[in-house]
């Protein structure tokens, strides 16, 4: 290689570095200046206010409240395994489903040992959860799979994977709801903690133990940066195949522990359980902080984006207004939120220096 080249080389290499070193810069400096939980917190607080202004008697009733927590979990826990997705640049179309053919898988084989044996079914219940949480792995592998390697793009890869859980889901249960979930696990749904649901603090653990992923460990690091960068990542010495693939199979394994949670609200499963789930949980992601483009989120935000829309649409069934009016706040609250990013983010861009704005001359 000849001293020129090698020059190349290095300046190329130098250039990639400089590039990394600056989305690193403006991933920390993102995080230092807001994180969303300010903004989170304030939602969280207006929503439950308004509405336990308008019915109080309704709203703030200890039956609904204990409602509101137990809807929570389910809807947090796929919106927290669609960030994951999110903050790598992608995006997990398949989690509703792979969480549908989880439960559809546990119950099934629950079943079909209790209707032989139904202590031996209740003494292999932690295993057959077990067997349910493989599948949706798995599955999130088989994502990462055509993600990372393959090079699909992640919302056509998903898509597929959609596709073919809910087929095999309608084929396996020949689209009829199965019944027989494991009685454990209904009887964990009703049990409370000092009055809190354990469905709650259930969620609030792996949103805790997904806090301390994102934020303490390499393959934290490393997924935000791959949503950041890919290009300066790759030249950093990151694997992309590597973080894409872990990425999906945690994000599928999270899917997995939804599917436990629907059979333990609802002791059934079916192929198109949570049909609207996928879209929401898109909007719980990014009203949380999570960036479209990757390389940046919150955990803690999410768990308030959740609360705040489960909060709404509690108070909204308590006003006696439809679904549809639900879905319309949706998209107004998420859309008022985009609105306040960006024109934050054009107040906070430094003005443009004379040397930017002169007219190049030959």
């Known amino acids: 290689m000849s001293l020129d080249q090698k020059n190349a080389e290095a300046a190329t290499l130098g250039r990639l570095n400089a590039q990394l070193d600056q989305s690193l810069g403006s991933f920390l400096a993102t995080i230092r200046r807001e994180r969303g939980i300010t903004r989170m917190l304030v939602l969280l607080l207006l929503s439950f206010g308004l509405f336990a202004l308008l019915k109080p008697a309704v709203f703030l009733n200890p039956l609904n409240l204990e409602n509101i927590a137990i809807a929570s979990p389910e809807i947090g826990i796929l919106a927290v395994a ?16 792979i969480a549908n053919f989880a439960a559809v898988t546990i119950t099934t084989v629950y079943s079909g040992i209790a209707a032989q044996d139904p202590g031996q079914a209740a003494a292999l219940m932690p295993l057959i959860v077990l067997l349910g949480l493989v599948t949706a792995a798995v599955a999130g592998l088989f994502n990462g799979f055509l993600i990372g390697v393959v090079g699909i793009t992640p919302i056509l890869a998903t898509l597929g994977t959609m596709q073919i859980l809910n087929g095999i889901a309608v084929v396996w249960t020949n689209g009829q709801t199965l019944y027989g979930a494991p009685e454990a696990l209904t009887a964990f749904a009703k049990t409370t903690v000092v009055g809190i649901p354990a469905l709650f603090l259930f969620f609030l653990l792996i949103a805790v133990a997904i806090a301390i992923l994102m934020n303490r460990t390499s393959l934290g690091l490393k997924l935000q940066l791959q949503g950041a960068n890919a290009l300066a990542a790759k030249y950093s010495g990151i ?43 898109i909007v719980i992601a990014v009203l949380g902080g999570t960036n479209p483009s990757g390389g940046f989120a919150t955990v803690a935000g999410v768990v308030m984006a959740t609360l705040t829309l489960q909060i709404v649409s509690s108070g909204f069934n308590a006003l006696r207004l439809s679904p549809y009016e639900y879905s319309i706040a949706q998209g107004v609250i998420l859309i008022a939120v985009m609105v306040f990013d960006q024109l934050r983010f054009r107040r906070s861009k430094p003005p443009k220096s004379r040397a930017d704005t002169a007219p190049v001359t030959p």
């Open 82 to 97: 669609m960030m994951l997705a999110m903050v790598t640049g992608g995006i997990d179309l398949s989690i509703v489903a």
């Open 239 to 281: 694997s992309s195949r590597r973080v894409l693939m872990s990425t999906y199979l945690v994000s599928g394994l999270l899917g997995g522990l939804a599917g436990v949670v629907f059979i333990a609200r609802n002791p059934t499963a079916s192929a198109d359980y949570g049909s609207s789930y996928v879209l929401l949980v």
